[in-house]
């Protein structure tokens, strides 16, 4: 593969696991250095491990937690401050807590789920626009085809992606004259430990024929991550074929 994001930095949330892991493997695979960030510390040392094996780029290790909206700061800055630039921001952090009606939906649940999904993106965004302006950086979040369509048995998740893409299409609106490309990707179903909080993952749930693998996801963030001034993919939709069949 040729190094296509050669000696760019991106930073990815949400990389301990599944799409966020997948990308940080895949964008260093284009040339890329990486600053990973998640929760799980062990999961983002053994990445970087593996990463700094394959490929010849290296790799930041900065646990955080998106809610927190100093933590996000001090993780944009380290990442800023250990390779001197941003170019790419995957604002991938996210999960989905319900398969309910909305009278049954745990307010704990509900609270998480508006935290991770809406402030952690907009904590991730706020603090990297800065220096994704001096870049001409590409800022890319994590959306779905719930926040495209009605999603019935999960309505607030659904919300939260709404939100999500309604964001990055405003923050393109407003950042783009500045140079700044904004990409929503939205897939529908991904082989990975998404639903795990509450019940059986994805991964568990669906034959593997039936479901995008984060392989396949990363691979499309990757192309809008390397789009350059005055080009931005500014939705990428990530659908099976037969999504529609029973519509």
Not at 60 to 82: F, G, H, I, K, Q
Not at 128 to 137: C, N, Q, R, T, V
Request: hydrophobic content about 40%; proline content about 3%.
């Amino acid at each position: 593969m040729s190094e296509t994001l050669s000696g760019s930095v991106a930073l990815v949330t949400g990389a301990s696991s599944g799409i966020g892991q997948a990308t940080a493997q895949e964008l260093a695979a284009r040339g890329a250095n990486v600053a990973v960030s998640a929760r799980r510390r062990g999961r983002l040392e053994a990445l970087a491990d593996d990463i700094e094996d394959e490929h010849d780029v290296n790799v930041l290790v900065r646990p955080a937690d998106v809610t927190d909206a100093d933590a996000v700061s001090e993780l944009v800055e380290d990442t800023v401050s250990s390779f001197g630039a941003l170019n790419v921001v995957v604002n991938n952090a996210g999960l989905g807590r319900e398969e309910t009606t909305i009278e049954e939906l745990d307010l704990d649940a509900y609270r998480q789920m508006m935290s991770v999904n809406c402030d952690g993106m907009f904590y991730v965004a706020r603090a990297a626009m800065p220096h994704l302006k001096a870049s001409e950086g590409n800022l890319i979040f994590l959306g779905s085809m719930s926040g495209q369509y009605p999603r019935p048995a999960s309505p607030v998740y659904a919300a939260t992606k709404w939100w999500t893409r309604g964001l990055a299409l405003s923050i393109q609106a407003n950042a783009g004259t500045e140079g700044v490309g904004v990409t929503s990707v939205n897939p529908t179903e991904v082989l990975t430990e998404f639903g795990s909080e509450d019940g059986k993952a994805l991964a568990d749930q669906l034959d593997p024929d039936d479901a995008a693998t984060a392989q396949d996801i990363a691979e499309a963030i990757a192309f809008a991550a390397e789009q350059e001034n005055p080009n931005v993919v500014q939705e990428l939709d990530f659908y099976r074929r037969d999504k529609f069949k029973n519509w």
